[in-house]
């Protein structure tokens, strides 16, 4: 990693969000991701929104906290996001409602959001010919993940699903959303036939081939902060921690 930070992506956002002459008022975190850093503090200072995620996140944060040696002045309690949340619970969107679902595997905060006939899952699924997320990461968990997916699987064929990430074999050009129907028959890891013990054995085995995530360690340490990077010392900079035979 060269050390530096970009904001390429997220003013992106913001200049959608002009252009359309949006007001946001929430940020939603399906968790603390391992592979890139959130910005949801930067977008949060610009836009005036709430950052939001589940309430798992402080068990992540205890798990981290202990791996970076952050020490009594890192509170473990999530109050660096403006509100936590657990399944069931509700968010208001103008005339919409965000309806949030504990969809833990992948990790132990991760949350799912439905929005009418559209629910974002996060890293809990990838497109169908792609699969499903990792479990091995501290408080993952493959039983668990199969469980998440067959609730996501009870909203209904006809719900669209927007993953977070894709990883497209050659010929396909990426994407962002499928739909429930489709993951149900089609998703390489997880379709309708494929029992608890199959695709546990299956992820498990797969899952200890896999090398860590090129940008976990100063990934962690930004999104246990809800984006917030680390209070610069007396010169000025922000510093992030690099662990030695920890993970």
């Known amino acids: 990693a060269a050390g530096r930070t970009g904001r390429a992506g997220a003013d992106r956002l913001l200049q959608a969000v002009q252009e359309r002459s949006l007001d946001v008022a929430w940020i939603l975190e399906t968790h603390a991701h391992a592979d890139h850093l959130t910005a949801a503090h930067y977008l949060k200072n610009q836009l005036g929104a ?4 589940g309430a798992g996140i402080c068990k992540v944060q205890e798990t981290f906290a202990r791996v970076f040696h952050l020490g009594q002045g890192f ?3 999530g109050s660096q996001f403006d509100r936590l949340v657990a399944d069931g619970d509700t968010l208001a969107l103008g005339d919409l409602t965000i309806r949030v679902l504990a969809t833990p595997g992948h990790t132990g905060d991760s949350v799912s959001y439905l929005i009418g006939d559209a629910v974002f899952v996060g ?3 990838f497109q169908p010919d792609v699969g499903s997320a990792r479990c091995d990461f501290p408080g993952g968990d493959a039983a668990t993940l199969y469980e998440s997916v ?3 699987y ?7 699903m927007f993953v977070c990430h894709d990883y497209p074999p050659a010929g396909r ?4 959303e499928t739909t429930v129907a489709a993951q149900r028959s089609g998703n390489v890891h997880l379709r309708d036939e494929v029992d608890l013990d199959a695709f ?6 797969r899952d200890a081939g896999l090398a860590m995530p090129k940008l976990i360690l100063p990934s962690i340490q930004v999104n246990i902060r809800a984006g917030e990077l680390p209070v610069p010392e007396d010169n000025g900079v922000s510093y992030l921690k690099l662990p030695l035979d920890m993970l």
């Open 50 to 53: 709430a950052v939001v995620i």
């Open 75 to 77: 509170p473990v309690d």
């Open 123 to 125: 890293d809990t699924l």
């Open 150 to 152: 067959r609730k996501l």
């Open 154 to 160: 009870a909203l209904g064929d006809a719900t669209r």
């Open 173 to 176: 050009e990426a994407r962002c």
């Open 200 to 205: 546990v054995d299956m992820r498990t085995t």
